[in-house]
């Protein structure tokens, strides 16, 4: 069964101030990592997906990173807009021609203080 | 174009009693999933249909089903509801097949039985 933690469960932040946040997974065959942003009463919004190990993405102030076991979220210079749950989720290649199902983790809750 | 739709947002239900809630995906996306979030046990993943046919399905009891019509858009029912459905419903879209199509959620119906 496909696993998912991230870690700290909630950060708190100055705004300036640079941090990274976790996410540990274990699937049978990785098809792809996927970070999501949700605002408070919202759906969770798409950031990036991650394939391979060693594979990195950037957008704006996020930067993704992935290893076979762990995936970084890096997030450089925040600013309180930056405020969200930030959930990282897998897919595994057992789920075959299936692409609709992710195992979500509990999601990191990130304050950024202006 | 316009994002993934849901209604209604908000639904109250006794006890004992059905719901119906519905889900237009983004437009050419002919995958619908459908995920229940709640504060302990996070986004869980329900069901998926892929041209009306149910492709995929999470571990929950048979009192939730779904459907999907010819023009993608999909419906979730839950019968006999229990104090413990009370839930943020999602439902997802993404182009069927495509890796390089993550899915992009709707805000949710947010159902609450007393």
């Known amino acids: 069964e496909d696993q998912v933690t991230q870690s700290p469960e909630a950060l708190r932040l100055q705004e300036g101030e640079s941090s990274s946040l976790n996410c540990s997974y274990t699937v049978s065959g990785l098809r792809g990592l996927f970070w999501y942003r949700q605002d408070p009463g919202k759906g969770p919004e798409f950031l990036f997906t991650l394939y391979s190990a060693g594979e990195e993405k950037e957008k704006e102030r996020l930067k993704a990173t992935l290893t076979k076991k762990e995936s970084f979220l890096h997030i450089t210079a925040p600013k309180p807009e930056d405020s969200a749950t930030y959930l990282c989720a897998v897919q595994g290649l057992l789920d075959g021609t299936s692409y609709g199902k992710l195992t979500f983790g509990q999601g990191t809750i990130l304050t950024v203080h202006p | 174009k316009a994002g993934v739709t849901q209604t209604p947002r908000y639904l109250i239900k006794t006890r004992g009693q059905q719901v119906t809630l519905s889900c237009s995906p983004i437009s050419g996306h002919r995958s619908v999933s459908w995920y229940q979030q709640t504060p302990g046990q996070g986004l869980q993943f329900l069901f998926e249909y892929f041209s009306e046919t149910q492709r995929n399905k999470g571990n929950f009891p048979g009192r939730f089903s779904g459907r999907q019509f010819s023009n993608s858009r999909s419906e979730m029912n839950v019968s006999t509801l229990e104090l413990g459905d009370s839930a943020l419903y999602l439902c997802?879209?993404?182009?069927?097949?495509?890796?390089?199509?993550?899915?992009?959620f709707g805000n949710g119906t947010r159902l609450t039985v007393t």
């Open positions: 997802a879209s993404s182009l069927a097949g495509h890796r390089n199509s993550p899915l992009h």
